[in-house]
């Protein structure tokens, strides 16, 4: 089995903290972000660890970043464990440009699910955009849709519409990371569905550099990401996942109120969770998980 990590001390200076992700300074003025194996879900941080996943994370983010290069610019600069850092940083780190974030999770559906079914059943619409009568939980949309939320450093993401994100970041930026946005969604849903996997739903981070808004943070990934076998996909129903949803399925039977602390997660569904991530890993790449 391997070491669970759900926490770091590098010696290095933090630079940032997040449920997942523990980001430290490095002297170049590049920053080495380490994908540890915390779980979250309902805004909460899990006390147990999930075997592979921070890895798993790294390196779809990694598979992803060098597929999407000739559509958006990426902040990653290398996956090599600097000098005088401990073994277990393989395969979870990665070096990256410093950027300057732009404030918006840019969230993209391309079909029913989660919130986004529960908001249309209530409005016929999806954060205010609205949508054909009739459709189903799991059901296809007529095309992807843009619904970025706040960057929340604590608690939950609140939906904002297009004249609240115009006020936080212009109208220019806007523009361009909704373009961005479902471009990057459409090529990979194409892509992962020839990996028989629908894409049903996934949100970007962009950042600046040098006055070019390119990805940040990760991407695809199983936790950013809304994943379905294609093959078990029946519309009408809430399709088996490759993402957390496992996870949150588990706890609605638990009783549990949804606030912190969150409660110890029985070993069967760690073990169930860090199959479907590496599962999801090696059906999207065509490649054995290595690690």
Known sequence: MD????????????????????????????????ASDRLSAFDSVFPDGIEKKGRVLTQMSVFWFGRLSGLVGNHLISTDVPDGLPAYLEGRCMVVRKVKIIPLECVVRGYMAGS??????????????????????????????????????????ENIGEEECVKLVGRE???????????????????????????????FEF????????????????DSSRYWPADSYKEGISPPSYDKQFVRDYLETTGWDKRPPAPHLPPEVMRKTTEKYVECYERLTGKKFPY
Not at 187 to 202: E, H, K
Not at 207 to 222: F, Q, R, S, Y
């Open 207 to 222: 950042g600046t550099l040098g006055g070019e808004i390119i990805l940040a943070d990760e991407v695809l990934t199983p």
């Open 116 to 157: 986004g079914w529960k908001d249309y059943q209530k409005t016929g619409a999806i954060c205010g955009i609205p949508l054909p009568a009739g459709l189903k939980n799991a059901s296809r949309l007529p095309e992807p849709i843009f619904t970025p939320s706040t960057k929340a450093e604590k608690g939950h993401d």
């Open 3 to 34: 070491e669970v990590i759900t926490k770091t001390a590098l010696g290095l200076k933090p630079f940032s903290r997040g449920k997942v992700r523990d980001t430290y300074e490095l002297a170049d003025g590049s920053l080495l972000m380490v």
């Open 173 to 203: 930026t806007y523009n361009a990371v909704r373009e961005l946005s479902l471009r990057i969604y459409s090529a990979a849903a194409a892509y992962a569905l020839t990996r028989g996997i629908i894409l049903a739903d996934t949100k």
